[in-house]
């Protein structure tokens, strides 16, 4: 039996058909500005709902949305438990549970988006939030998230808003948040008079279209197989290129100061052994191992010496078989993760329960920081 519409304003074009977008309101209640929003959303394409949270109850001043929103959050489990069951019509309504909702949060709504992401991680794709922030955990989260804030506001500071990107991006989730210069809180609602901005609304507008027309946020991330792959060919290259230098010179310094090209292969095998075991210890919710060198090095700097002083006097064969075998151990470790695993294509970072790993630290590291001093070496010898 079809689920009964809740109180609020739906929007939809006669066609009937559309991605669902559910709007939660500001602090002022369902006034004609949210549904006028709506309307304009239904008009791009979409099928759009706002839950009246209210229940008739609109504010025009901040007294009476203070009261008003108080209110609402003193019984905020009703409220989360309407939000809820609108997104649950909404997503009956347009009959796209495999797609998934996007929602929209302003001021205080956004604190109720934001708590649905993760309450519901099954039906929400996407999450706007217009100035307002809100919950810290986004472990369970599969959305992608996009921010309009503003220069100026005195009811959401800079704080919240560093502390909600932090939390975002230590969840993996994709995120992009926007400051509007010379705004203040609710710079996007034209019955503001005091506040509305019309060309960061206009702009505001139409990055959020763009975002909700993207493809969903599973869709972004790199799947377990294309990294191994990734993995695999990079170090192919890594090994074409060693053989190319061959054992006779790996031991010659000067490459990086002192350094020959034996020791930055154990410098970089040195670095990826702490990742692998810390990866290792992930998967099976251990503590964070310790790492390969003595506990009182701090710095980079300390360490990598430790490094250099630790593996100078090794053979180039005993560091290549080393790496070899630290390279089997980052391969297995990934095998070893679940297939859903989320992994940023950009950079290789793996998120594992709240965690990160950069799976592919060794070869970035080598092409960003050494591989540009060992070919300018391998010139100069060659001259010689």
């Not at 609402?72 to 989360?80: E, I």
């Not at 809820?84 to 796209?96: D, H, P």
């Not at 909700?212 to 990294?227: D, G």
């Not at 790993?357 to 060659?382: C, K, S």
Request: glycine share 6%; net charge negative.
């Amino acid at each position: 039996m079809p689920r009964t519409q809740p109180d609020g304003y739906l929007a939809v074009l006669p066609t009937g058909k559309g991605s669902g977008v559910l709007v939660l309101h500001a602090w002022w209640g369902l006034n004609d500005t949210m549904k006028a929003f709506c309307t304009r959303l239904a008009e791009s394409g979409f099928v759009a709902f706002a839950p009246d949270l209210y229940h008739g109850k609109v504010a025009d001043n901040i007294a009476a949305a203070e009261t008003l929103g108080k209110a609402l959050d003193a019984n905020y489990l009703q409220a989360k438990a309407e939000i809820s069951n609108a997104a649950m019509f909404l997503n009956e309504r347009v009959g796209q549970s495999d797609r998934g909702l996007a929602v929209i949060g302003f001021s205080l709504g956004a604190y109720y988006a934001l708590d649905l992401s993760v309450t519901a991680p099954e039906h929400i794709r996407s999450v706007v939030i217009f100035y307002g922030t809100g919950v810290d955990d986004f472990s369970n989260s599969r959305a992608a998230y996009l921010g309009h804030f503003a220069e100026n506001d005195e009811f959401e500071p800079q704080s919240n808003i560093d502390d909600l990107w932090k939390s975002l991006k230590c969840a993996g989730r994709p995120v992009t948040f926007y400051r509007y210069t010379g705004t203040g809180h609710w710079f996007f609602e034209p019955d503001r008079s005091d506040a509305y901005n019309p060309a960061a609304a206009g702009l505001a507008w139409d990055r959020t279209l763009a975002f909700l027309n993207a493809p969903p946020a599973e869709e972004l991330f790199m799947k377990k197989s294309e990294l191994l792959n990734w993995l695999r060919k990079e170090h192919q290259q890594w090994e074409a290129f060693l053989d190319q230098i061959g054992p006779a010179r790996m031991d010659q310094p000067g490459v990086n100061g002192d350094w020959s090209i034996k020791d930055i292969v154990a410098h970089l095998t040195s670095w990826q052994i702490r990742n692998v075991a810390s990866l290792y210890a992930a998967e099976r919710s251990e503590p964070e191992p310790p790492p390969p060198w003595p506990a009182h090095l701090q710095t980079e700097d300390e360490i990598n010496a430790w490094i250099y002083e630790s593996n100078h006097g090794r053979s180039v064969s005993e560091v290549l078989d080393e790496s070899h075998q630290v390279f089997q151990q980052t391969l297995a470790a990934i095998e070893g993760l679940p297939d859903d695993v989320r992994i940023n294509p950009e950079n290789r970072l793996v998120w594992l329960d709240g965690q990160c790993f950069v799976a592919g630290e060794f070869f970035d590291h080598f092409h960003d920081d050494h591989e540009p001093d060992i070919r300018l070496w391998l010139a100069r010898v060659e001259k010689q």
